[in-house]
């Protein structure tokens, strides 16, 4: 079974430039995470998809971001226009059932200087 | 957020029982404890999870104190692959189903 996949795995933008990071989750499974870390500090939770639909976008740091999930399948986290603060790795998870353990790709790196 | 503590660090030898400890005084009854770890430029790796049962899969083995105030997660035959930061995590069933990481515990495995 292929994990969850997140492309790119690096990204290095400028200041106000986009970004657009994508997750490919499990196939079959409904949930799906983005977290979120940056230098230091703990893994964040950023926001929670079942299918389509968003179930908790309370980690959302704000309207720079926005995550979509079009069709209930991947799901691409897009940063516009990225601040420097932005630099972290995202993750994205996913899980078949909302009890279900998550499961995790390795993240995009992001680096805005 | 965290609801759990644990240890900053841990060393254990090579070959030896890795037993990693978690407070969690404040659980509830609904409450599940989660383990994950994350090896360095990985995603968290999903390990075991239990809710007042002691468990056991191919991973490690998962150990809750009765009052289920506390758990300790067993790696029986640590392996330097085994380093990494190991997280321990309250969720809720009913409540919010994501996951709060804390700071977790730097397991080193020394050879």
């Known amino acids: 079974e292929a994990g969850v996949t997140q492309f790119p795995s690096h990204s290095v933008i400028e200041k106000g430039q986009t970004v657009t990071l994508r997750c490919d989750p499990i196939s079959g499974h409904d949930n799906l995470y983005w977290y979120r870390r940056v230098m230091g500090k703990e893994i964040k939770f950023l926001l929670h998809f079942v299918k389509e639909s968003k179930q908790d976008e309370s980690g959302m740091p704000n309207n720079r971001f926005l995550a979509e999930r079009t069709g209930g399948t991947y799901s691409t986290l897009k940063v516009q226009p990225a601040e420097l603060e932005d630099s972290g790795v995202y993750f994205c998870a996913s899980s078949e059932g909302v009890w279900s353990p998550l499961h995790f790709g390795n993240g995009t790196r992001l680096t805005v200087t | 957020d965290a609801k759990t503590t644990q240890p900053p660090s841990m060393d254990c030898a090579e070959g030896r029982a890795a037993n990693l400890p978690c407070n969690h005084s404040?659980?509830?009854?609904?409450?599940?404890v989660y383990w994950y770890r994350q090896i360095h430029s990985q995603g968290p790796q999903y390990i075991i999870h239990?809710?007042?049962n002691n468990e056991t899969n191919e991973m490690a083995s998962l150990i809750i104190t009765e009052d289920r105030k506390s758990s300790t997660l067993i790696l029986p035959h640590a392996t330097l692959r085994d380093t990494a930061v190991y997280y321990c995590i309250v969720r809720a069933q009913g409540g919010s189903e994501k996951l709060v990481f804390g700071k977790g515990m730097k397991l080193t495995v020394n050879p």
């Open positions: 404040t659980i509830s009854g609904n409450e599940y």
């Open positions: 239990g809710l007042k």
